[in-house]
């Protein structure tokens, strides 16, 4: 059974950094796709970053040079450092895995991140 825990929500003054971590198990997650969505109120969930087990990314532009995904297969647990952190990167993040084949997906929890003066 696949199992993601997350962790390092919080508030955050605009500019300042947060790291978030999200520990997976249950399976072989070097065959997985892993990374980060957020959904602010009132709007859809929305990709932030991923990364492949070869290490390939994507990001959402709007967090594109902010923003750095990356991955830690021996301990199966994906990180996300946020950097520059605005006022509109306020939403609940979710830690997200993916079959390279698509057969099958799981998400975390989700963590909340505040960015506010």
């Known amino acids: 059974q696949v199992q993601l825990v997350e962790s390092g929500g919080g508030l955050v003054q605009p500019g300042g950094s947060l790291r978030l971590s999200c520990a997976a198990s249950?399976?072989?997650?070097?065959?997985?796709?892993m990374g980060w969505y957020r959904q602010a109120p009132g709007k859809q969930r929305e990709l932030v970053a991923i990364?492949?087990?070869?290490?390939?990314?994507d990001y959402a532009d709007s967090v594109q040079g902010r923003f750095t995904v990356s991955r830690d297969n021996a301990k199966n647990t994906v990180y996300l450092q946020m950097n520059s952190l605005k006022s509109e990167d306020t939403a609940v993040y979710y830690c997200h895995v993916r079959h390279y084949t698509y057969v099958h997906d799981y998400w975390g929890q989700g963590t909340q991140v505040t960015v506010s003066s």
């Open positions: 249950g399976s072989d997650f070097s065959l997985y796709v």
């Open positions: 990364m492949t087990g070869g290490g390939n990314t």
